[in-house]
């Protein structure tokens, strides 16, 4: 059993940064591959970035490469995304996930837990 717990969203202009934090409790983090995704209003949750149970392998979708960092501290049960140049197109509910293998990472049923999300809102 895995809790999830993000913070860090907000509201931010355009060109703004954010960086989210996602907590767990329940097992041994360093057990889980990390995941973040994003639901926007009327439409479907979309993958952002995920990191492996190490912090050696990461990805990331196509919208947010160069802009956002996925990183985790293991010893903190913690995984973070570091995003900056916000777009208004980055504003979505964003949800951290675990999952005990570093595979499906893109996809949400990749995930066995998943936290309860984080408002994070860009302005034009």
């Known amino acids: 059993q895995v809790q999830l717990v993000e913070s860090g969203g907000g509201l931010v202009q355009r060109g703004g940064s954010l960086r989210l934090s996602c907590v767990a409790s329940?097992?041994?983090?360093?057990?889980?591959?990390m995941g973040w995704f994003r639901q926007a209003p009327g439409k479907e949750r979309e993958f952002v970035a995920a990191?492996?149970?190490?912090?050696?392998?990461?990805s990331y979708a196509d919208s947010v490469k160069a802009r956002f960092i996925i990183s985790r501290d293991n010893a903190k049960r913690s995984v973070y995304l570091q995003m900056n140049s916000l777009k208004p197109e980055d504003t979505a509910v964003y949800y951290c996930?675990?999952?005990?293998?570093?595979?499906?990472?893109?996809?949400?049923?990749?995930?066995?837990?998943w936290g309860q999300g984080t408002q994070v809102t860009v302005s034009s």
């Open positions: 996930a675990a999952d005990a293998r570093y595979i499906n990472y893109s996809t949400t049923g990749g995930y066995d837990y």
């Open positions: 990191i492996s149970q190490s912090g050696s392998s990461t």
């Open positions: 329940g097992r041994t983090f360093g057990n889980y591959a």
